[in-house]
């Protein structure tokens, strides 16, 4: 078998029509984040949310890398007085490179402009029609101080809205979860921080829970529950 | 118009590279029947993944075998002087609710052949299955075409494609779509109203000039990165017929279908069957498509020298700006430099018997590879925006547990371990259901 010729020029060639269809791609997985920047996230909570997405970027692209069949593809946006995106390109989870978020002085909680952002992206025409479902991700620490149920009616009547993994995460003691309930999947809930003590256990679980998870065999709807209740038993040896 | 008395029929199946990580076997299947040569009938079935289908593989054998056997007696009774009207009703009050009663006769059967294994109900998560819970293990979806006397019929059940080439390219979907096929969901043989669910198609070969008809599983279009990759098919393969016949479309379709299997593709199980007509005039309306960006590392003075494609290598190519003819499948054509962090090489399957053949792709979703030495000139588009230099994060890791948390460090703690919890959570839960 030959070997690759060492320092050689790299060209690019396309070839004509390799197979009919114009090419093969693995199917998008978008995942959108939706990151609170109103006025009461300055300061320790922002910095560790900026933390915490720097963080799991890269555990999301080695997931990607485990998996056949799809690709992790990013959006962000920021919600304060009003929603606009911070990643707005679908960008495969490898090539991000987080900038941090700042929140704005006295800024609001547009929560309601949040979702109608989300929804613009998820409709018929802006979603691959073989796109696997999408994540979506609310992470906020107070109430919305707009219309947050227009903007999830209008996230629901997209299909790619309707048909996504819903995650919403309540930070502190101001968010109000019956609200955030309504974003959430209900196979999955509001997640709350809640205590402090079992977190860093709780990363670990998850970290392994997720690597587990590509597994055959793996037993899904345990690890689902177990999520749900934020916990898991990395003994469990029904997980194989 | 192409005759239609001389049909040739190409049939591929390659199993999904998800289904080998995961042990699995391939679901697909794909039968034909042509009892004259005037008449076809050809079906692909896409056997349901998920755990509680347990013996989808035989429900997808099934499926063909007694879809094709119905289908060549329905061609063959074509009265003369039908309309598509009549023959659609004929499709829909007779034939469509005879397919279902024969598939699930065809599961008894298979039922009382092979009794269902405890080990088979154990991974099924059944104890005491009823009678609908072991029909619901052979759940498969359906296509069935029928080209006879100068028709096409169709039915279909659940997800996958059938679609219609005319001569000069143009595609026609005889299927209406279903709108409950999200992508997620599909409807199925095994549902209890499954006659109610299939969908039927009639189109006049005389009046369409149809001159291939393409069945395929949904992994041959989950595999598509072109949203109108219908559309697109449809003049590559007019394009391709024109150029090399059509008894090279049909060497080539098992290369096809096994790239779509491919972890490039879809990953999932890819069947097709193409119908072609013998005596097809083919005259594209449009040149084929070219397929997405492709990288290989090359020596090409001015006056030709050798590509390397990762362990391929093809002496005596000509100078840049003349077609490379790699093999009589592949054709490589000189097109722009493109070199970066978004190019990658790829191999192609392996063909049985012969030395692999690499055909390098850089589609967007193409998984990491070794780096490609840098192009002497231009820059790359960037798939992603050009990112300066990040700036120091003003942002610092939580602090180590240790002893009682502060107020603050604690909701610190709390904001960082959530936030990575929700979007790992979210990953998992979207395998839960992708899978």
Same mark, same amino acid.
Request: net charge negative; charged share 20%.
């Given at each position: 078998?030959?070997?690759?010729?060492?320092?050689?020029?790299?060209?690019?060639?396309?070839?004509?029509?390799?197979?009919?269809?114009?090419?093969?791609?693995?199917?998008?997985?978008?995942?959108?984040?939706?990151?609170?920047?109103?006025?009461?996230?300055?300061?320790?909570?922002?910095?560790?949310?900026?933390?915490?997405?720097?963080?799991?970027?890269?555990?999301?692209?080695?997931?990607?890398?485990?998996?056949?069949?799809?690709?992790?593809?990013?959006?962000?946006?920021?919600?304060?007085?009003?929603?606009?995106?911070?990643?707005?390109?679908?960008?495969?989870?490898?090539?991000?490179?987080?900038?941090?978020?700042?929140?704005?002085?006295?800024?609001?909680?547009?929560?309601?402009?949040?979702?109608?952002?989300?929804?613009?992206?998820?409709?018929?025409?802006?979603?691959?029609?073989?796109?696997?479902?999408?994540?979506?991700?609310?992470?906020?620490?107070?109430?919305?101080?707009?219309?947050?149920?227009?903007?999830?009616?209008?996230?629901?009547?997209?299909?790619?809205?309707?048909?996504?993994?819903?995650?919403?995460?309540?930070?502190?003691?101001?968010?109000?979860?019956?609200?955030?309930?309504?974003?959430?999947?209900?196979?999955?809930?509001?997640?709350?921080?809640?205590?402090?003590?079992?977190?860093?256990?709780?990363?670990?679980?998850?970290?392994?829970?997720?690597?587990?998870?590509?597994?055959?065999?793996?037993?899904?709807?345990?690890?689902?529950?177990?999520?749900?209740?934020?916990?898991?038993?990395?003994?469990?040896?029904?997980?194989? | 118009?192409?005759?239609?008395?001389?049909?040739?029929?190409?049939?591929?199946?390659?199993?999904?590279?998800?289904?080998?990580?995961?042990?699995?076997?391939?679901?697909?299947?794909?039968?034909?029947?042509?009892?004259?040569?005037?008449?076809?009938?050809?079906?692909?079935?896409?056997?349901?993944?998920?755990?509680?289908?347990?013996?989808?593989?035989?429900?997808?054998?099934?499926?063909?075998?007694?879809?094709?056997?119905?289908?060549?007696?329905?061609?063959?009774?074509?009265?003369?002087?039908?309309?598509?009207?009549?023959?659609?009703?004929?499709?829909?009050?007779?034939?469509?609710?005879?397919?279902?009663?024969?598939?699930?006769?065809?599961?008894?059967?298979?039922?009382?052949?092979?009794?269902?294994? #405890?080990?088979?109900?154990?991974? #099924?998560?059944?104890?005491?299955?009823?009678?609908?819970?072991?029909?619901?293990?052979?759940?498969?979806?359906?296509?069935?075409?029928?080209?006879?006397?100068?028709?096409?019929?169709?039915?279909?059940?659940?997800?996958?494609?059938?679609?219609?080439?005319?001569?000069?390219?143009?595609?026609?979907?005889?299927?209406?779509?279903?709108?409950?096929?999200?992508?997620?969901?599909?409807?199925?043989?095994?549902?209890?109203?499954?006659?109610?669910?299939?969908?039927?198609?009639?189109?006049?070969?005389?009046?369409?000039?149809?001159?291939?008809?393409?069945?395929?599983?949904?992994?041959?279009?989950?595999?598509?990165?072109?949203?109108?990759?219908?559309?697109?098919?449809?003049?590559?393969?007019?394009?391709?017929?024109?150029?090399?016949?059509?008894?090279?479309?049909?060497?080539?379709?098992?290369?096809?279908?096994?790239?779509?299997?491919?972890?490039?593709?879809?990953?999932?199980?890819?069947?097709?069957?193409?119908?072609?007509?013998?005596?097809?005039?083919?005259?594209?309306?449009?040149?084929?498509?070219?397929?997405?960006?492709?990288?290989?590392?090359?020596?090409?003075?001015?006056?030709?020298?050798?590509?390397?494609?990762?362990?391929?290598?093809?002496?005596?190519?000509?100078?840049?700006?003349?077609?490379?003819?790699?093999?009589?499948?592949?054709?490589?054509?000189?097109?722009?430099?493109?070199?970066?962090?978004?190019?990658?090489?790829?191999?192609?399957?392996?063909?049985?018997?012969?030395?692999?053949?690499?055909?390098?792709?850089?589609?967007?979703?193409?998984?990491?590879?070794?780096?490609?030495?840098?192009?002497?000139?231009?820059?790359?588009?960037?798939?992603?925006?050009?990112?300066?230099?990040?700036?120091?994060?003003?942002?610092?890791?939580?602090?180590?547990?240790?002893?009682?948390?502060?107020?603050?460090?604690?909701?610190?703690?709390?904001?960082?371990?959530?936030?990575?919890?929700?979007?790992? #959570?979210?990953?998992?839960?979207?395998?839960?259901?992708?899978?």
């Amino acid at each position: 078998m030959a070997q690759p010729v060492p320092n050689k020029t790299a060209w690019d060639l396309t070839t004509a029509a390799i197979m009919p269809g114009g090419g093969i791609a693995k199917r998008p997985l978008h995942f959108i984040i939706a990151a609170d920047c109103s006025w009461s996230m300055h300061g320790e909570k922002m910095q560790a949310l900026n933390y915490a997405i720097a963080t799991m970027l890269p555990r999301l692209a080695e997931w990607e890398r485990a998996q056949e069949n799809a690709q992790v593809l990013v959006r962000a946006l920021r919600f304060d007085n009003r929603a606009s995106w911070h990643i707005e390109e679908p960008t495969p989870v490898g090539k991000v490179r987080w900038t941090p978020l700042r929140c704005e002085e006295r800024a609001l909680t547009h929560m309601g402009a949040a979702l109608r952002l989300m929804a613009s992206v998820l409709t018929v025409d802006q979603m691959e029609r073989r796109a696997l479902r999408p994540a979506l991700i609310l992470i906020t620490d107070g109430i919305a101080t707009d219309n947050f149920e227009t903007g999830l009616a209008e996230l629901l009547a997209t299909p790619g809205g309707a048909a996504a993994i819903r995650v919403a995460v309540a930070i502190g003691q101001d968010a109000r979860p019956q609200q955030l309930a309504k974003f959430s999947d209900e196979n999955v809930g509001v997640l709350h921080a809640s205590n402090a003590e079992d977190i860093p256990d709780l990363l670990m679980a998850v970290s392994v829970a997720v690597s587990r998870m590509s597994e055959v065999g793996a037993d899904k709807a345990n690890l689902t529950q177990q999520l749900r209740q934020h916990g898991y038993d990395p003994t469990d040896d029904s997980i194989v | 118009m192409p005759s239609p008395s001389t049909w040739q029929v190409h049939t591929a199946s390659a199993l999904g590279a998800q289904h080998v990580a995961m042990g699995k076997g391939n679901e697909d299947a794909v039968a034909v029947r042509q009892p004259d040569p005037d008449t076809v009938a050809v079906a692909v079935a896409d056997g349901h993944g998920h755990a509680r289908h347990f013996r989808s593989e035989r429900g997808s054998a099934l499926a063909v075998e007694v879809a094709t056997e119905l289908g060549a007696t329905v061609g063959a009774g074509i009265p003369a002087g039908a309309t598509a009207e009549h023959i659609e009703r004929m499709l829909r009050e007779r034939t469509g609710p005879d397919l279902v009663r024969a598939w699930l006769a065809a599961v008894d059967r298979d039922l009382a052949a092979r009794p269902v294994g #405890a080990d088979e109900l154990h991974a #099924a998560g059944l104890t005491k299955p009823s009678p609908d819970e072991l029909v619901f293990g052979y759940g498969a979806t359906l296509i069935l075409a029928v080209v006879s006397a100068g028709w096409l019929l169709c039915a279909q059940i659940g997800d996958g494609d059938v679609l219609a080439v005319t001569e000069d390219g143009r595609v026609l979907r005889p299927v209406p779509a279903d709108p409950r096929l999200d992508g997620s969901r599909t409807t199925s043989l095994c549902q209890p109203d499954a006659a109610d669910a299939l969908r039927y198609g009639v189109v006049s070969l005389a009046g369409a000039s149809i001159a291939a008809v393409m069945l395929a599983t949904d992994g041959y279009g989950n595999a598509q990165a072109r949203n109108d990759w219908d559309t697109a098919f449809g003049t590559d393969l007019a394009a391709l017929a024109a150029a090399h016949g059509p008894a090279w479309l049909g060497r080539q379709l098992p290369r096809w279908v096994g790239q779509c299997a491919s972890s490039d593709g879809s990953a999932d199980d890819v069947t097709v069957a193409l119908v072609l007509a013998s005596a097809a005039g083919w005259r594209p309306a449009l040149p084929a498509n070219p397929d997405r960006t492709t990288v290989v590392d090359a020596n090409l003075p001015a006056g030709g020298g050798t590509i390397v494609m990762n362990d391929h290598t093809v002496p005596n190519v000509p100078p840049p700006g003349r077609p490379v003819v790699i093999d009589d499948a592949t054709v490589l054509t000189p097109g722009r430099r493109q070199i970066g962090d978004d190019t990658t090489v790829l191999q192609s399957p392996r063909r049985p018997g012969g030395d692999d053949t690499t055909v390098v792709h850089s589609a967007y979703g193409a998984s990491p590879a070794a780096p490609l030495a840098a192009p002497p000139v231009t820059s790359p588009p960037a798939v992603v925006p050009p990112v300066t230099s990040p700036p120091p994060l003003p942002y610092a890791a939580p602090p180590a547990r240790s002893g009682p948390l502060s107020g603050s460090t604690r909701e610190t703690v709390l904001l960082v371990a959530l936030a990575a919890l929700a979007a790992v #959570a979210a990953v998992v839960f979207v395998v839960l259901l992708v899978r």
